[in-house]
């Protein structure tokens, strides 16, 4: 197969993990008879700095041509700590997400056996984790109206969702039921807020077309409790875009880090393969960050061309990594840390 695939490698250690993505994948290809043409495009501070926005026209004609995006991740600190700055790094991904159709971000959560013991939560409470988060990635309060009003000393972001949103996600979540645990959870804030409680009607309203599927309907506050209580309790979850944003780093914690957590975004056409961390700027430039959120995404992404057996052999590359203690320091548990690009090296030679 030969595929094109959008690089967009963005700032803090967006270029060094999608270093290692890049090397994975290329092995992967070798090995099995594909053709990656890599199309590297800017995004987030970097193209602020080079163009003056985060998400330049050029960058979304290479994403929107390709087959698939690969995405390290974005942001600086200069923004961070800069509340007045009107073009954000952040705002990139979020055009990024809304030009391309992406409103399904899946967000898996699994444990690793070599990690089982190195949690802080205990082993029985997490072993044989394997939940999905599908985050609804294009509506909420991400994308509602916002500003200020009284001179500026009130501020709003509103939380906006149409029933059709509502649908298409839950349509997702329940065929994505269907193909694992057969058990749905919604999650929702209905006791108050509004937007949630046309979440919970619109899906009670779709249960009867799946009737082999378990629906059950939590509050937000109550998951967030459960999550870390009973995660293998727990199959397909479907929830809106802020709470599925909070609740997946939360959800690190049962893999073991956020340097393991991969996600795939996607809509009708293409798809963009992002770990869900950000870019991570205490750890820029130091060759420490773990590459492995992203080399999962990559898997992802093959798996999501029905390449499942590219996918696979990256996924048996990173578990015996793991089980090696071929680790960045955020695994090493006070032994010996392995650099971000030896541990790219050590995956794309194990292939
Ligand atoms: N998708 C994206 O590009 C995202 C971008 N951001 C942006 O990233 C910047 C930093 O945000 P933070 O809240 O600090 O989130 P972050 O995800 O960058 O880092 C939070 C913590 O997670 C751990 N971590 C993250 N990635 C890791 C990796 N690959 N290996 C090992 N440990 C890792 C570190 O302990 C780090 O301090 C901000 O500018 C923020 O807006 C935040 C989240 C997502
Ligand atoms: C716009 C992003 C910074 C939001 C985020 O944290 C994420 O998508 O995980
Ligand atoms: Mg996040």
Not at 154 to 167: K, L, M, P
Request: with cysteine.
């Amino acid at each position: 197969m030969k595929l094109n695939i959008a690089l967009l490698a963005g700032d803090g250690i967006g270029p060094e993990v999608i270093d290692q993505a890049v090397k994975v994948s290329d092995a992967v290809a070798k090995k099995f008879n594909h053709e990656i043409n890599w199309r590297p495009a800017l995004t987030g501070a970097a193209a602020i700095d080079a163009v003056g926005e985060p998400y330049p026209d050029e960058t979304h004609e290479i994403c929107a041509s390709s087959d698939a995006v690969l995405f390290g991740a974005i942001g600086h600190p200069r923004f961070d700590n800069d509340p007045s700055a009107k073009v954000r790094p952040e705002q990139g991904l979020l055009k990024m997400r809304k030009k391309l159709g992406l409103f399904a971000n899946v967000r898996p959560t699994f444990t690793f056996p070599s990690l089982l013991d190195k949690s802080p939560l205990k082993r029985e409470r997490i072993e044989g984790t394997d939940l999905v988060f599908l985050r609804e990635l294009t509506g909420g309060i991400y994308f509602g109206e916002k500003g200020r009003r009284d001179e500026g000393e009130t501020a709003f972001d509103n939380c906006v969702y149409t029933r059709a949103e509502v649908q298409r996600l839950a349509k997702k979540g329940f065929e994505l039921a269907m193909t694992r645990g057969k058990k749905l959870c919604c999650v929702d804030k209905a006791n108050v807020l509004e937007t949630s409680r046309l979440w919970r009607e619109t899906v009670q309203a779709m249960e009867k077309e799946y009737p082999e599927v378990e629906v059950s309907y939590e509050f937000v506050d109550a998951v967030a409790m459960r999550l870390v209580q009973w995660p293998n309790s727990y199959d397909v979850l479907i929830t809106e875009n802020l709470f599925g944003d909070i609740l997946t780093d939360e959800a690190s914690v049962i893999s073991g880090s956020m340097g393991l957590m991969p996600s795939a975004s996607l809509g009708s056409n293409i798809g963009l393969f992002e770990p869900i961390h950000g870019s991570y700027p205490q750890a820029t430039g130091l060759n420490i960050a773990n590459p492995m959120a992203t080399v999962l995404s990559a898997a992802m992404m093959f798996e999501n061309f029905g390449l499942q057996k590219e996918g696979k052999a990256i996924r048996d590359a990173v578990n015996s990594a793991l089980n090696k203690g071929i680790v960045t320091e955020d695994l090493a548990d006070g032994g010996k840390a392995f650099g971000t690009s030896e541990v790219g090296d050590w995956l794309s030679k194990n292939i």
